[in-house]
């Protein structure tokens, strides 16, 4: 186990901080950034955690590459401190630390909680100590927040497409939601595994007509269209994949259906809109959250 730690200065913003952070999140299994001494105007302290020695060089390019394409000024030289620590389970350990909180109509907790999920509130259940998706991030947020929204609308969507679901929160957040069939589907199958974890956690089933799951490459082969329409389909990702997956995202989704994207940064909307307005989505909702956007589109007619 290893821990990386380097220095950011004192005029990045939490989200420029933020912004890099989320560059080096597949690098490692956590990473954290704190002001030195918790002042203010202290220079920023980033950590991460990963399993195996980081790589100097490709942290550096990372780096570089944010600095550039959002304009972020960095010092011309970042010194990176590594130590090997004990061997713990720390990504696990940190999530149990977490308390309860609200987002909407929603109660996420972990499985360390001991109290009653509040009568008003729908409870999920989420320990995503190996999967994307704790609820916390500000895209997940915007997510469930625009389910919520459209629920309030009086949007029964009938059968529902979650693309890389990550620890599977949304997914199951929108079967509570509408007890509506849910295929939820991503790439890594160490998310699926997460996912269905989660789904029994959550006292759910994992199958057809309930939540099922996919290992699989966006819309590649037939599986995922052939399951379709959708009424709804979520995909909270990542820019570059939202735009090269519109025109296929678009053909699954049912006449009168909704899209949620988000995984977007604010000053990355009018891009993938402009990808997505191309075809028949137009855009019925913006909700910006910690830097982060979340977009609700509805299908109409050309």
């Not at 912004?19 to 918790?38: I, M, P, Q």
């Not at 000024?73 to 609200?102: C, G, H, K």
Request: some cysteine; proline content about 4%.
């Amino acid at each position: 186990m290893f821990k990386t730690r380097f220095i950011l200065p004192a005029t990045l913003s939490n989200f420029e901080v933020a912004v890099f952070g989320e560059a080096l999140s597949d690098l490692c299994f956590s990473h954290s950034a704190l002001r030195l001494e918790n002042h203010h105007q202290s220079d920023w302290a980033i950590e991460l955690m990963s399993n195996e020695s980081a790589n100097e060089n490709v942290l550096r390019s990372r780096l570089q590459i944010v600095s550039e394409t959002h304009n972020i000024p960095l010092p011309a030289d970042i010194d990176f401190e590594e130590e090997e620590i004990e061997d713990r389970n720390w990504l696990e350990y940190s999530y149990q630390q977490f308390e309860p909180f609200n987002v909407g109509s929603f109660f996420i907790y972990g499985a360390h909680f001991e109290g009653e999920v509040p009568p008003s509130k729908i409870g999920l259940q989420v320990d995503a100590t190996t999967a994307f998706g704790s609820g916390e991030h500000g895209t997940t947020k915007g997510c469930l927040h625009a389910m919520d929204d459209m629920f309030e609308m009086g949007v029964c969507p009938w059968n529902i497409l979650d693309m890389g679901t990550g620890s599977g929160i949304l997914a199951i957040a929108a079967w509570k939601l509408w007890h509506a069939p849910v295929f939820a589907v991503d790439n890594d199958p160490e998310s699926i595994r997460v996912t269905e974890r989660h789904v029994e956690d959550n006292g759910l089933e994992v199958g057809r007509g309930k939540i099922e799951t996919f290992v699989n490459e966006g819309f590649a082969g037939d599986r995922v269209q052939k399951k379709g329409p959708y009424e709804l389909v979520i995909a909270n990702i990542l820019p570059g994949p939202l735009k090269a997956m519109a025109q296929d995202l678009e053909s699954v989704v049912d006449d009168n259906g909704y899209v949620i994207l988000s995984g977007i940064l604010n000053d990355q909307v009018g891009d993938v809109l402009s990808v997505y307005e191309q075809g028949s989505l137009r855009k019925l909702e913006e909700r910006k959250i910690d830097g982060w956007s979340t977009l609700v589109l509805h299908k109409a007619e050309t």
